[in-house]
Every structure is written in structure tokens, then in C-alpha cells.
């Protein structure tokens, strides 16, 4: 099974400053065939369901603010909120397709 | 608009048996693979089986195999999971999740599953 660590699992950072997450996995996700990387990043706020930000590792989802962006390819993944809102506090997961689903363990961002 | 609404949670017995079901509305149901998502309290995402548009190819992870089972109606835009022989460890809120074959692009509130006698 492929598993997704991510880092750090907690940060603060202060309203508009910047915010980066990173997720590694233990095997790529990137098909060959189709150079696409099959990796994704959620937000969950509390009491809420996850909510897709971004998809094929750099692809925003409809509606996602543009502080938002995803980066990276194969092994190595970073999600960047670059200006953090009040409304941006949440916890943030991986995931990929590559080989049935997995996440990561998430990662805590609060407001310093 | 998307719609998915989960239901058949609630406090169940160790050992004993639960049938979650997700109605779905809004989209084409039948051109979607679908999936169960949970998390337990305090706890992270895990995905727990998946299931093809048609229903003829199933997955599931290695802690609900053998006593979890996904299934889906397509004439009635319904998925279904049941579960078998439950443990303290399945306790979490189950997510119904529209599953793109690459990614999950809607999800329901979700219905809390507690095993505990």
C-alpha cells in the first residue's frame, strides 16, 4: 500500500503570511503514460465534511481561491496557501489515486 | 447541484452488524464510481472500499476486508455498505463520497457509527 506521510503536523503562521504543507509518498503517483499525477489536497473544517482544493497535485477545484496552489510531482508534494486567511484554519489532507486510495495523516493549521 | 445524504449510523454492539446508506442526487449516478470514507474521533481520513460505476469491481482496505461489503442501486442512485462483526476500532463517522476515479469531488455529511457495548 502506498503511504503518505505529511509535515509538519501542526503550524501556526500569522494572517497574511504563508503557509506550506508538504506530503511525500512511498512510491510515485505520477502514470507514465499519461504524465499525470494522480494526488490531491483536501480542507476539513471542524464539524464539516472534506472539501477538494486541488487535484492532479496542481489543478485548483472550482471556486478555490487562488492563495491556494499545489505543487510537485512523483514522490514529493506541497500544498501552499500563500497569504493565510482567518477563514483558511482547518486540517488539511493528501491523497492518492494511484493505487486504491490512501490519505495522510493531516496537517493542523492554525493562526499564530 | 450534488447532493449526498448518509444514514443508517447509531450505537451498535461489538460483533454486531450495521448497513449504512448514501442517497445520492444531483449528478449521473451510474457514470461514478463511489466510495466510503471514515474517521474516527479526533482521528484523520480513511478510505475504507470503493466501487466501480457498475458495481462489477469492488476495493477495500485491508482493515474492513472480509467483513465490510460495498454494493450500489443504480435505479435507485443508492450506495450501501454493510457491515459485519464490528470492532471498537470501526467507531468514526462514515462519509458517502462521489469518487471521480481519481479524486473525491463531493461528499455527504457524513453518519456516526459507534460500537460499544
Known amino acids: 500500500d502506498i503511504v503518505l506521510t505529511q509535515s509538519p503536523d501542526s503550524l501556526a503562521v500569522s494572517l497574511g503570511e504563508r503557509a506550506t504543507i508538504n506530503c511525500k509518498s512511498s512510491?510515485?503517483?505520477?502514470?507514465?503514460?499519461?504524465?499525470?499525477?494522480?494526488f490531491a489536497w483536501y480542507q476539513q473544517k471542524p464539524g464539516q465534511p472534506p472539501k477538494l482544493l486541488i487535484s492532479?497535485?496542481?489543478t485548483r477545484a472550482s471556486g478555490v481561491p487562488d492563495r491556494f496552489s499545489g505543487s510537485g510531482s512523483g514522490t514529493d508534494f506541497t500544498l501552499t496557501i500563500s497569504s493565510l486567511q482567518a477563514e483558511d484554519v482547518a486540517v488539511y489532507y493528501c491523497?492518492?489515486?494511484?493505487?486504491?486510495?490512501?490519505f495522510g495523516q493531516g496537517t493542523k493549521v492554525e493562526i499564530k | 447541484e450534488v447532493h449526498l445524504l448518509e444514514s443508517g449510523g447509531g450505537l451498535v454492539q461489538p460483533g454486531g452488524s450495521l448497513r449504512l446508506s448514501c442517497a445520492a442526487s444531483?449528478?449521473?449516478?451510474?457514470?461514478?464510481?463511489m466510495s466510503w470514507v471514515r474517521q474516527a474521533p479526533g482521528k484523520g481520513l480513511e478510505w475504507v472500499t470503493g466501487?466501480?460505476?457498475?458495481?462489477?469491481?469492488?476495493y477495500y482496505a485491508d482493515s474492513v476486508k472480509g467483513h465490510f461489503t460495498i454494493s450500489r442501486d443504480n435505479s435507485n442512485n443508492m450506495l450501501y455498505l454493510q457491515m459485519n462483526s464490528l470492532r471498537a476500532d470501526d467507531t468514526a463517522v462514515y462519509f458517502c463520497?462521489?469518487?471521480?476515479?481519481?479524486?473525491?469531488?463531493?461528499w455527504g455529511q457524513g453518519t456516526l457509527v459507534t460500537v460499544s457495548s
Open positions: 466501487i466501480s460505476e457498475t458495481g462489477s469491481s469492488t
Open positions: 444531483g449528478f449521473t449516478f451510474i457514470n461514478n464510481p
Open positions: 492532479w497535485a496542481s
Open positions: 463520497a462521489k469518487d471521480t476515479g481519481d479524486y473525491f469531488d463531493s
Open positions: 491523497q492518492q489515486s494511484y493505487s486504491t486510495r490512501t
Open positions: 512510491q510515485s503517483v505520477l502514470y507514465s503514460s499519461n504524465n499525470k499525477n494522480y
